[in-house]
């Protein structure tokens, strides 16, 4: 469902007052198309945003001591 432009301005408020308080930051990223073709798909599939899913696959590695640079 498309968002209205009240909500998107909203949302925009929202997001600009806790990046100012300092609540969240932002992190930008670029990925190859695939990869977020396949990241995008399984967070539709399990009912998550891709920010959450990033985020909780980046604790799970680092709490369980996953070097991904091997």
């Not at 469902?1 to 308080?21: C, F, L, Q, V």
């Not at 073709?37 to 399990?46: F, G």
């Amino acid at each position: 469902m498309a968002s209205s432009e009240a909500k998107k301005r909203a949302d925009a408020k929202y997001h600009a007052k806790k990046i100012a308080d300092g609540t969240n930051k932002r992190l930008g990223l670029t990925i190859k198309a695939t990869d977020f073709d396949i990241i995008e798909k399984h967070c539709a599939n399990i009912g998550m945003s891709k920010a959450a899913f990033i985020v909780a696959a980046a604790r799970y590695c680092i709490e369980h001591n996953i070097d991904l640079v091997k």
